[in-house]
């Protein structure tokens, strides 16, 4: 069973790469690489204080109008 779980794994891997490639949304490539990181450093778990940090972060790009609204949201989620 490990195997064709590796190779499941070595197949999606260059399709996932050329996939990023193509992507030309900053905040999309930035969540994407959040969710990498903690997946495997962190194994998708992360501190008190670094959810409250990222939760002021978060706070201060909505408060710089960094954030997309819930129609843009949909609209972008169409072209998936």
Not at 34 to 41: E, P, Q
């Amino acid at each position: 069973m490990k195997l064709l779980i590796d190779l499941d794994i070595n197949a999606e891997r260059p399709l996932i790469i050329r996939e990023l490639q193509n992507i030309e949304d900053i905040s999309l490539l930035e969540a994407l690489k959040h969710m990498i990181y903690y997946a495997l450093k962190n194994e998708g778990r992360i501190s008190i204080e670094q959810y409250n940090k990222e939760i002021e972060e978060a706070e201060e790009k909505v408060d710089q109008g960094e954030f997309f609204t819930q129609d843009e949201v949909e609209k972008m989620a169409e072209e998936w």
